[in-house]
């Protein structure tokens, strides 16, 4: 049995591409969509061009937290392509050296449009990745990782089609050979193809070989509960502990150990199922202590930072996650440290720019103020030690 040193390498697959930053200032909405408009022409700032999608920056905050990870990605032949290896080869050597060149399809591209004082919006083609397989991840080279992390399938279509076979068959295979696994989402267009896609069955599909599940809560709601999703979309209905709760236990039946749920600006949800049996089965990256990451449900709240972009937040957030799962630590610490990440993250306009080795981000934790929680939480109390927000029922249990 390989022991957690040997098995502390993760794996990133799934979802990569090259983001292109337009900076658009104050334009008005209306002043863009006119440039959009043939014969118009519509002054605008310059462009910062950097890599985008889960392999990308959960990947690459993982590089920069000092955790030994490979990334596993389609690029096509061509410039973008290109610039994208360069990208990845820049921040790391040898960062790139899994990333399969597809001749013939394009690159995934996005246009990120910036502008000032409000949300972003995208342009986005999902090129190869929309022909991304289990098969472009080569166990000989990558299954004594201890860790497979793969992301944004709703934006790779053979991920998803025929209820996510492909995409359970990539989980089946890690699992085969030891492997943790862990699931992040995007959230498709409604009006698209994979929006229009049957999200209960795909979930149902791959989440019994999934180990960690870690959507955003707009995300999961939109795949499993429609109508809670319009009425938070609609501002009829806030997050609150009920929603979290049924929320995370439909998820946890279907067959994770973990599953967290990024709530924005609110911080990071997580439940965790309560039986050791299924624990036993997380494979090479399961906590090192489990009965403390067993039964819980806690929040951890934002911390305060000066924003400088949220771009990658949730990937980031998620690579601090992961970090701390496979360096055994507690399941308290490794929130703080996911949230944490997150946060560095947020100082920087480019993902992944401003996050920190592991070693000072464990020095900064402790003592950073905290952001209030605005969800409902009625009966959960802020642990003063951890700065965690603790439902009731997970207090009495550490009672015991």
């Known amino acids: 049995m390989m022991s957690r040193k040997e098995t502390t390498r993760i794996v990133v697959a799934g979802h990569i591409c090259l983001d292109i930053l337009v900076d658009i200032g104050n334009l008005s909405q ?17 462009a910062k061009v950097t890599t985008g999608g889960t392999v990308s920056n959960t990947g690459i905050a993982l590089h920069r937290l000092g955790m030994d990870v490979r990334l596993v990605a389609r690029v096509g032949d061509d410039a973008f392509g290109e610039a994208v290896a360069n990208v990845v080869e820049g921040v790391g050597r040898g960062l790139g050296r899994d990333l399969v060149r597809v001749a013939g399809e394009p690159t995934s591209y996005t246009l990120v449009f910036n502008p000032l004082g409000r949300d972003r919006s995208f342009l986005h083609c999902p090129g190869v990745n929309d022909t991304f397989c289990a098969d472009d991840v080569d166990f000989a080279i990558v299954g004594q990782a201890g860790l497979l992390h793969l992301g944004y399938p709703p934006l790779m279509r053979n991920m998803w089609i025929d209820k996510g076979g492909e995409l359970a068959k990539l989980f089946s295979r890690a699992k085969e050979h030891g492997m943790t696994t862990s699931l992040d989402m995007a959230w498709p267009d409604p009006a698209s193809e994979a929006g229009q896609a049957n999200w209960g069955d795909i979930l149902a599909s791959v989440l019994p070989v999934t180990d960690v599940f870690l959507p955003s809560i707009d995300e999961a709601l939109f795949m499993v509960d429609r109508r809670t999703y319009e009425r938070l979309a609609s501002g009829e209905e806030k997050i609150n502990a009920d ?17 967290g749920l990024k709530l924005g600006r609110d911080g990071l949800y997580v439940r965790t199922a309560d039986n050791v049996q299924r624990f036993a089965r997380m494979g090479a990256s399961a906590p090192a202590d489990v009965a403390n990451w067993m039964a819980r449900r806690m929040i951890s709240p934002c911390f305060e930072i000066k924003v400088s972009g949220t771009t990658g937040a949730g990937d980031s957030t998620i690579a601090g996650f992961l970090a701390g799962l496979v360096k055994g630590m507690p399941i308290e610490f490794t929130m703080n440290a996911a ?35 605005s969800a409902s939480l009625k009966g959960w109390a802020i642990d003063p030690s951890t700065g965690l927000y603790v439902s009731p029922e997970d207090r009495q249990i550490r009672r015991r």
């Open 30 to 46: 209306d002043a863009l969509v006119k440039g959009l408009e043939p014969g118009n022409l519509v002054k605008i700032g310059g």
């Open 243 to 259: 929603m979290l709760d049924t929320l995370s236990q439909r998820l946890i039946d279907q067959g994770p150990a973990v599953v």
């Open 339 to 373: 949230c944490g990440t997150g946060a560095c993250n947020c100082e920087n306009p480019l993902s992944a720019g401003m996050v920190p080795h592991w070693d000072a981000l464990v020095k900064r934790v402790p003592g950073w103020k905290r952001q209030k929680v």
